[in-house]
């Protein structure tokens, strides 16, 4: 803290400034956006075809419609390659109200059994 307020004290600027500065920011990134922006991170939707031969817990994006819910938090999405059922807990939906006519992108892990796969969803977001 010492060191901020010198360098603050040196420069010019206020201690404030320095002192609120966080985190890395790429030039990509806009300030105050927050969170890693770079390499390795999965930010393309893929299509649902391809996220059925992905490996279990590989990150995915998809966008498309969520089309009927088919069990307590399980529902059936769809895109133009088919469908597959994603799991998506209450506290993911923060207060969005989704039908089968809105276009939405989804994010989160492929969850594979014997004989399925599903997507357990930690991220939802209605496209505009």
């Known amino acids: 803290m010492k060191k901020l307020w010198m360098i603050a004290l040196l420069s010019g600027l206020p201690f404030t400034t320095l002192a609120q500065s966080s985190g890395f920011v790429s030039s990509d990134v806009q300030p105050g956006a927050g969170g890693f922006n770079g390499p390795g991170m999965i930010s393309s939707a893929i299509s649902v075809a391809q996220a059925k031969t992905r490996r279990d817990d590989a990150k995915v994006v998809l966008e498309g419609n969520i089309v009927r819910q088919v069990g307590n938090e399980l529902y059936e999405f769809r895109d133009n ?39 357990d969803v930690n991220k939802i977001t209605v496209m505009k």
């Open 81 to 119: 390659s088919g469908s597959i059922y994603v799991d998506i807990g209450d506290k993911y939906w923060v207060g969005q109200s989704v039908s089968p006519n809105d276009k939405v992108r989804i994010e989160g892990e492929i969850d594979k059994d014997w004989n399925s796969v599903e997507v």
